[in-house]
């Protein structure tokens, strides 16, 4: 690799109470670049990708060991403010989960919170901005005021991407954002990734092997807790080097 | 081809069997919900049966002589005005003569119509000088005996009225001076010894003081417990602890509570005896678990994403719950703290322990001030003799039914037109 990575994981474990969740896991992610995490359910990819916002805080029981360092500061560290790195590293969810409130105040209520603008008229710039990203600024300019929920599933999870990019995170993790929707606003959503990819770092968890494909330049495979291979997601696709990775990307196991 | 096989419908012995037991269920279900319905029914109908005819009550005119020589016009207070009803009863009914019999015809009288003629002529002064004719009210037993509650047919010795009295009433109504109006004094007066001048206001005004107090000390700090348990603390052994006593105090005999606020709040503290204020407080004790329960409910009814989503974009914990979580369960709060705060109108015995079953003719002014309480007013007419004081018992009753389906109905209404749906 040419650039530094932005993300570094070194030996991270995972434990739900006694049970080993990751084992070991080592993982460089490059800036401005989509990453994908494949693998079977229950590999653990999805508790990987909820370490590096440190959501895992929320479950009790959960405990992290190991290293991850995003631009060389450990996000575990006691310094570390979670909703400050939160801010950074914005998250997209599996089920599109826009806030009961206005599609204006959906985009707006980060950049409130984080006090990234002032005055309205920089509010309404920035919100037009991510919704612009987002690719929905055309379909919801006249009705900003009505509620988030009230769209279409796909239009939401781009909504719920707005939200995220108007906090101008470095990174955006992404946990199957494509799995409840249908396959064209599937499409629309990955062709809003390779174009988000320019200003972001993207992770994505995904159960589409034609997804990752689609979308990434790199891919990680887990597998029970461990990370199997990584690497450019041409050669991890065309000539893998272990052979679990060969049976999940051919469709024997998972 | 021909053989097809029908064997899949050959169970239809079992089939049968299986629908009689369904429709014996479903019969069941309907038998359970018409006595149960039947019972509500019953309870309703024989209160409003029995406080429909508290809703009048009996007045009698009384020509009375106001000559300078009776009451003095510059010195009206200083009238005898007990000695004028009196007067005008005898010369109305001159055959009373003995003692005995004048204290009969008295008895057709409320023991109040001395205060009301008074209280009739501070207002209009002009009627002075002649004679004039003022409705006063009629005694609780001449007021039932109007209402058909004593039967005539009874022997003499067994009714409250005997055949001279029931004479004199049946010459007054005869000569239409006897009416029935609508009994504002029921609305406006607080409690009597006498059923005809008891009233339900200071009953009502002392329900209200107390359930404001109970619903501003339990509902902030209900909510706020239920908040902080179900969005940060973290589910340790003491948090489970806690949890097991909210549930339990929820299911403590009111009672308790009032044992509690009695040694507490008024042998600790030393705060007023009888006051709505610690009659709040003890109901605030006992609404709280309901409060609280009844918000973690409404907390956890929110879908786990609005929290990952705002904790997503970099909210803090506290932002995620004020912001988002705790918007979306108010409308079930307020819903539990209303469901609670009936149970606390209806409440009675908590009351009982801390002296608000006193005896309390005047509106309360303020919180401090001695006060009773709707289902104490039910409870104390309920034990007073006087067979006057069975409607008035009804009518609050109706009154306590009325505030309760009011509340419901708003608790039903909140949670209809502000619940949100995922």
Known sequence: ?254 | MTDLDTSFLQGQKHLAKRHRSESRFQWMGRMAIVVSLSFLVFMVGSIFWQGKSAVTTTEIALQINLSADVVDPNDIRGASFDRIIKATLCDTFPEATSRKEKKKLYGLLSSDAGYQLRDQILENPEMLGGTVTIWVNASDDVDIFNKGQIDRDVPQADRRLDDQQIGWIDQLSGNTAMRSVFNAKFFTNGDSREPELAGILSALVGSAMSLSICFVLSFPIGIMAAIYLEEFAPKKRWSDFIEININNLAAVPSIVFGLLGLSIFLSTFGLPRSSPLVGGMVLALMTLPTIIIASRASLRAVPPSIREAALGVGASPVQATFHHVAPLALPGMFTGAIVGMARALGDTAPLLMIGMVAFIVDVPQSILEPATALPVQIFLWADAPERAFLEKTSAAIIILLVFLVLMNIAAIILRKKYELRF
């Not at chain 1, 997209?92 to 989960?97: A, G, I, M, S, Y």
């Not at chain 1, 939200?163 to 946990?175: C, F, H, N, S």
């Open chain 1, 1 to 254: 690799m040419s650039k530094t990575p932005i993300i570094t994981a070194r030996n991270v474990d995972v434990f739900y109470a006694e049970k080993q969740a990751l084992d070991k896991i080592s993982l460089d992610i490059p800036e401005n670049k989509v990453t994908s995490l494949i693998g079977p359910s229950g590999c653990g990819k999805t508790t990987f990708l909820r370490c590096i916002n440190r959501m895992n805080d929320l479950v009790d029981i959960c405990r992290v060991q190991g290293d991850i360092k995003i631009a060389d500061q450990d996000i575990y560290a006691s310094n570390v403010d979670v909703v400050a790195l939160r801010a950074q590293v914005g998250m997209v969810f599996q089920k599109p989960n826009p806030f009961p409130k206005s599609i204006y105040e959906n985009v707006a209520y980060g950049p409130k919170i984080h006090g990234l603008t002032s005055g309205k008229a920089d509010m309404d710039e920035l919100v037009e901005w991510s919704l612009r990203k987002a690719g929905l600024w055309a379909e919801v300019k006249d009705r900003l005021q009505e509620t988030g929920t009230g769209l279409s599933g796909g239009q939401q999870q781009r909504l719920c991407i707005a939200r995220e990019i108007a906090v101008k995170p470095r990174v955006i993790l992404m946990d199957e954002p494509c799995s409840a929707l249908d396959p064209i606003a599937t499409a629309i959503i990955e062709e809003l990734i390779d174009e988000l990819r320019k200003n972001f770092t993207i992770i994505i968890v995904t159960h589409s092997m034609q997804q990752a494909a689609r979308v990434s330049q790199r891919t990680a495979f887990f597998h029970m807790g461990n990370l199997v291979e990584s690497g450019a997601t041409k050669t991890i696709f065309t000539s893998p080097k272990d052979e679990r990775t060969q049976n999940y990307i051919t469709g024997r196991i998972g």
